[in-house]
């Protein structure tokens, strides 16, 4: 983790780093590797490290071990070396969280058409907000999204949009993840509106020192309301409101 608190990069630009024993030639432990790997690689690396047969692993692991990257430097110094890993086209990751009103996903790919390596951000379904598109061998800082200005784009920056994102929906459906994930937090939520009592959750919801009790002290009663709205709702992926009242203005 670099320290940016971009919200993508919380679960997609952290870095490895592997140190072996005294034993381990030094060269390999000043090895630095551009490949692009997930955080699902880490599992087999470990089990690979630790000695533990193949027959005694879970079958289906997704990822795979990253040791061959570790120990094998050949073709290393542009960062392709010869490997299972370095054969894997790109790299996916996502994210779900209580602090962000929608999941996002993303991909990482490095593009034959020029050689450098693209960063493309997806949020909830794809449809409530543009997407996010770097270019992270030129802007390694993530400074420019070159899918901002959707008048603006290049016929180069439209390809990459339309190939990224029919690779990152080869893996994973997103939009119904989504979903899933807005259904999923609305019934929770009612569970535990259950355990809590039905006269005494909204005291607890607002309980002093809890991080959101400053702003919902702004308004508590349009506070509560947007929560009952959007517990009376049928469950849907929504973007972050712009507004600070409730109900909003029209």
């Known amino acids: 983790w670099d320290g940016r ?86 790299v996916v990751s996502q994210f779900h969280g209580c ?26 379904s794809g449809r409530e907000v543009p997407p996010m598109l770097f270019n992270l061998t030129a802007d390694r800082d993530e400074f420019h999204n070159l899918a901002w200005a959707t008048q603006q784009r290049t016929v180069l920056v439209n390809d990459l949009l339309y190939k990224l994102d029919a690779n990152l929906r080869s893996v994973v459906d997103y939009g119904q993840v989504a979903q899933d994930v807005a259904e999923y937090g609305q019934a929770m939520f009612r569970w535990w509106i259950s355990q809590q009592g039905p006269n005494t959750w909204w005291a607890q919801l607002n309980a002093s020192g809890l991080r959101w009790d400053k702003s919902w002290n702004r308004d508590p009663d349009g506070a509560l309301a947007a929560v009952g709205e959007w517990l009376n709702s049928p469950a849907k992926v929504q973007p972050c409101r712009s507004e600070m009242v409730w109900p909003a203005p029209h």
């Not at 991909?107 to 997806?122: A, N, R, S």
């Open 5 to 90: 608190e971009h919200i993508q990069h919380k679960g997609g630009n952290s870095r490895f780093i592997h140190c072996g024993d005294a034993s381990d030639d030094a060269r390999r432990c000043s090895n630095v590797i551009t490949t692009p790997t997930q955080l699902i690689d880490l599992f087999p690396t470990m089990m690979d490290l630790a000695g533990v047969p193949h027959k005694e692993r879970p079958a289906g692991l997704d990822g795979h071990s990253l040791v061959p990257l570790l120990f094998d430097s050949s073709g290393s110094s542009d960062g392709q070396p010869n490997t299972a890993v370095a054969t894997r086209h790109f």
């Open 99 to 124: 602090n962000i009103a929608m999941s996002w996903f993303l991909i990482v790919q490095t593009m034959p058409e020029d050689g450098c390596t693209y960063k493309l951000i997806q949020w909830g």
